[in-house]
């Protein structure tokens, strides 16, 4: 047998082995649970807790149809909810395909440690889910119906994928990313918090964590601020003079820089911000009456504005949480030493920080004449 049929052989072979293997682990849709969506909660009696974890999964019906429901197991750690739930299931449960995992504020408040630990100590799991904090039980956000998706969990997915295109948010929410800053030094991290509001799901600020634990929350409003400080390529829109009548929205992207200082055992931190983007509403100005006098001047105010808004927040952060969100740890870190056992959540509440915002304006739209009276 020459080369050329000893080659066509062995292939003939492994395709008919590859079908045969296949064909034999084939396994019906209908006989399997995919997991698309974890919850991590608790209930705490006494000094007993018992870990609970939703999930939602994709339900495989003979028409063909793809719709969702929710398997819960309950124990005493958080690995052993598994078995709790497994009992109850007459199906095979896959893993790997999990699009978010949605944390109770009660067990963030408890602390997140070992919930992501089991998250992603799991080879099966898939590290590229989307994290987030919820008001109320994981439970009732995973079961939560919407008009055209089969699950709460596709949906959420989508919401804090694309968050980043408006109010700064930040693109670094996969379990992979938090499981890696939580651990950096100098460096907490903040999730998206959602609730439902008015029997609709919504994204309503940011859950402030110091390492594993949630001390606070930030509404929409000061979330947009935390996120334009401490996150960098967010976008969003940024408002001056704002009331119904008189207005002016600059759409913009962002771009951040830290410098950072030592006097002593004093910190200084320098956030340079520039952004650029384009005035997408504007009722205080007439286009044709803009010079470059005018330009700088909107410039100037916007500026203003987020000077205003940026040491209100710092302020909070310093006084009320206590903690660096702003991540300006890990700059001082790298620069001046790892490893020291610094406190850098104190450093940060007697650190001096200046913000430097610079805007940029691309464009001034189309024109807007149907406004001139």
Not at 117 to 137: A, H, L, Q
Not at 152 to 165: F, P
Not at 256 to 274: E, S, W
Request: hydrophobic share 35%; charged share 30%.
């Amino acid at each position: 047998m020459n080369k050329k049929k000893f080659l066509i052989v062995i292939l003939i072979i492994g395709i008919f082995s590859y079908f045969w293997v296949g064909l034999k682990g084939e396994q019906p849709a209908e006989d399997m649970e995919v997991v698309i969506g974890f919850g991590a909660d608790q209930e705490k009696k006494g000094k007993e807790i018992t870990y609970i974890a939703p999930s939602s999964i994709y339900t495989f019906e003979e028409s063909g149809k793809v719709s969702s429901s929710i398997r819960e197991g309950k124990g005493m750690t958080p690995a052993r909810t598994r078995e709790n739930r497994q009992i109850t299931s007459n199906k095979r449960y896959i893993l790997g395909l999990e699009k978010v995992y949605i944390i109770g504020e009660e067990i963030a408040d408890y602390g997140i440690q070992n919930t992501l630990e089991i998250f992603f100590r799991n080879s099966y799991t898939n590290d590229n889910g989307y994290v987030s904090v919820c008001n109320g039980k994981p439970k009732d956000i995973l079961k939560f119906k919407i008009i055209g998706y089969p699950s709460s969990s596709d949906y959420i997915q989508g919401m804090i994928k694309n968050a980043k295109y408006y109010n700064f948010f930040s693109s670094n929410y996969k379990i992979s990313d938090i499981f890696l800053d939580i651990a950096a030094e100098g460096k907490n991290i903040n999730l998206p918090y959602i609730e439902i509001v008015n029997n609709e799901l919504k994204i309503n600020g940011l859950s402030v964590f110091k390492k594993y634990k949630m001390v606070g929350k930030l509404d929409i409003d000061d979330a947009r601020i935390l996120n334009m400080l401490s996150e960098t390529d967010g976008r969003g829109i940024i408002t001056v003079r704002a009331n119904s009548n008189e207005y002016l929205d600059y759409y913009a992207k962002v771009k951040r820089h830290v410098n950072v200082y030592k006097n002593g055992d004093q910190y200084k931190y320098i956030i340079d911000l520039k952004f650029t983007g384009d005035i997408v509403s504007d009722t205080l100005y007439e286009k044709f009456d803009i010079d470059n006098k005018i330009n700088n001047e909107i410039k100037k105010e916007i500026e203003e504005s987020i000077k205003k808004s940026s040491y209100y927040l710092i302020d909070k952060l310093k006084k009320e949480y206590k903690v660096d969100s702003l991540q300006l740890g890990q700059y001082a870190a790298a620069k001046y030493g790892r490893g020291k056992k610094i406190d850098w959540n104190e450093v940060f509440t007697k650190a001096e920080i200046e913000v430097n915002p610079k805007v940029q304006i691309d464009r001034r739209g189309r024109g807007d004449y149907l406004l001139k009276k």
